[in-house]
């Protein structure tokens, strides 16, 4: 099987002479179609760099970044911006829902602007909707939504036009432990049945617990990967707890 991402060499440094900072030292990483992959380290690891370039935010100082056989640090214009809306979705922190727009519009916009049929957007978005289970909220506005809700609304949209990756970066950071726990429980269905691929940012050792592999950063490098393989969450998790205290980072939530 090929993979989805392929990163070589991955360098990022920001300053210049006496103020130089390296990000990225070199980074290399595979992630496969169908797998659901965490991303963890201290402050100051390089992780959220990491997701910057992998989504196009942020351009590389040295190496490459290949999702879906394309070396996306060799696209340019609109090129790129076809490419970044075609093939990555993206979930954040804040959600980003456009606030004069109901959920179903939300969703829909990611398709239209994408160039889908008009004709198969309400239902693809629909069908979306049902998958995170946001269907009593469609004709509501974000700010008539909870944030557990407005958050599983943005994942729709993040996975209506099926893309090749979906970034997720801090998705429960906003939530309280009720509605993290449900996104998650969604996220992770996504990804079993629909063959969803996730790359994941997280600092939060439940969240990860979710995973199938993760990665540790340290210093712009990768430090360590656990890979779940069949055990339970629980013991993940404290698996999980223990390179998080080795690299010198907070204890998270409990199982």
Not at 158 to 185: I, Q
Request: aromatic fraction near 6%; include cysteine; glycine fraction near 10%.
């Amino acid at each position: 099987m090929e993979p989805i991402l392929t990163v070589n060499g991955l360098e990022k440094t920001y300053g210049g002479k006496g103020t130089r900072t390296n990000a990225l030292r070199g980074l290399d990483l595979k992630v496969f179609p169908g797998e659901f992959v965490g991303v963890m380290g201290p402050s100051g690891s390089g992780k959220t760099t990491f997701l910057n370039c992998i989504s196009t935010i942020d351009t590389p100082t040295a190496g490459s970044i290949t999702v879906d056989g394309t070396d996306l640090t060799k696209l340019r214009g609109k090129a790129l911006s076809k490419f970044r809306r075609e093939r990555l979705g993206f979930i954040f922190q804040d959600c980003n829902l456009l606030d004069t727009l109901t959920g179903l519009e939300n969703i829909a916009l990611a398709l239209t602007i994408a160039g889908c049929d008009p004709r198969k957007v309400e239902p693809l978005a629909k069908e979306a909707a049902r998958l995170l289970e946001v269907e009593d909220v469609l004709d509501k506005y974000p700010y008539q939504m909870s944030g557990g809700q407005q958050q599983r609304v943005a994942a729709a949209r993040a996975m209506v036009t099926r893309p090749a990756l979906v970034l997720a970066d801090e998705p429960t950071g906003a939530l309280d432990s009720k509605a993290a726990g449900l996104l998650l429980r969604q996220l992770d269905t996504l990804n079993r049945e629909e063959g969803a691929t996730i790359l994941m940012v997280t600092h939060d050792a439940f969240t990860a617990s979710w995973c199938r592999r993760i990665l540790f950063l340290q210093d712009g490098r990768l430090y360590r990967e656990l890979r779940r393989e069949g055990r339970d969450r629980g013991e993940f998790f404290r698996e999980i707890l223990s390179v998080v205290s080795e690299l010198g980072g907070e204890v998270s939530h409990a199982l």
